[in-house]
C-alpha cells in the first residue's frame, strides 16, 4: 500500500498541493485580518475571546480544505474514470480497491494535516499579535489550550473523512462539477454557525455528533466505491 501511495504521489506530482496550500494559508490570514479590523469595536467582535477565536479559525480552515480535497477527489479518481485512464490502471495485477484506497488515503492525510496546520499557525499567530494588543482580555490556562487541541485534533480527523463524501455523488456520472458542487454544499452544512450573546461562539461542528456521523459516512462511501469496483463503475 505504501508502494502504490508513493506512486500516486509521483505520479500526480502531489507535492504541488502543498503550494496550493499555503497560498490557501494566506488567504485564510487575510480574511481573518480583514474580519479583525472590520469588526473593531463592535459588540459582537469575532475576536473578543480565545473560544470564538479558535471556533473561527477552525471554520474557516475545515471549509477552505473540505473543498481542497473535492479538487483532489476530482483530479485523482473522477477525472481518471472520466478520461478512461482508470480502466488502464485496472489492467495492473494490482487488486483494484487497492488503487483506490492509496488515492483515498492521499486525500484524507492531506486534508488531516492541513486543517491541523492551519489551525496550528494561526492560533499560534492570534497568541503572538494578542501579546502585542491585548484584543482578548480572559487568561488562557494552559488544561483549555490543551483541551482545544484535542478537540480540533478529532474535528480535523472527522473533516478529513467527511471530504470524501463528494466521491459519491462525483462517482454517479463521474462528474467533476457534481463533485465539487456537493463539497461546496457539505461546507454550506458544516461550517455553518450561530452567535452567543457576546459573538460568534457557537458552530455546527461544536455539536460532536454531526461531525462525527459525517466522517463515519465519508467513510462509508469510502468503502462503498471500493466494493463497487467490480460491478457498476466498470460498465
Known amino acids: ?3 502504490l501511495i508513493r506512486l500516486e504521489w509521483r505520479k500526480h506530482r502531489f507535492a ?3 503550494l496550493g496550500a499555503g497560498i490557501a ?3 485564510i490570514l487575510l480574511f481573518l ?3 479583525g479590523f472590520l469588526d473593531q469595536g463592535t459588540e459582537d467582535f469575532a475576536f473578543l475571546d480565545y473560544q470564538g477565536s479558535f471556533i473561527l479559525i477552525d471554520t474557516f480552515a475545515r471549509a477552505v480544505f473540505i473543498i481542497f480535497a473535492g479538487v483532489l477527489i476530482s483530479k485523482l479518481i473522477i477525472s481518471e474514470y472520466r478520461d478512461k485512464t482508470m480502466n488502464v490502471m485496472f489492467t495492473y495485477p494490482i487488486k483494484r480497491h ?3 484506497a492509496a488515492k483515498l488515503i492521499l486525500v484524507f492525510i492531506f486534508t ?3 486543517i491541523m496546520v492551519t489551525d496550528i499557525i494561526m492560533g499560534a499567530l492570534l497568541l503572538a499579535v494578542n501579546q502585542y494588543y491585548g484584543f482578548i482580555t480572559e487568561p ?3 488544561k483549555v489550550l490543551w483541551q482545544m487541541v484535542v478537540k480540533y485534533t478529532i474535528s480535523s480527523i472527522s473533516a478529513a473523512a467527511m471530504s470524501l463524501i463528494p466521491l459519491f455523488f462525483g462517482m454517479r456520472k463521474h462528474s467533476v462539477t457534481a463533485t465539487m458542487v456537493a463539497s461546496v454544499l457539505l461546507v454550506s452544512i458544516v461550517c455553518s454557525g450561530f452567535s452567543g450573546s457576546n459573538g460568534p461562539t457557537m458552530s455546527i461542528n461544536s455539536i460532536i ?3 462525527l456521523t459525517l466522517g463515519a459516512v465519508g467513510l462509508w462511501i469510502a468503502a462503498l466505491s471500493m466494493v463497487r469496483l467490480e460491478t457498476k463503475d466498470l460498465n
Request: charged residues 10%.
Open 1 to 3: 500500500m505504501l508502494k
Open 140 to 142: 488562557l490556562e494552559s
Open 209 to 211: 455528533i454531526i461531525p
Open 112 to 114: 488531516f494535516a492541513m
Open 16 to 18: 504541488g498541493n502543498f
Open 98 to 100: 487497492k488503487i483506490i
Open 25 to 27: 494559508m494566506i488567504g
Open 33 to 35: 485580518i480583514m474580519i
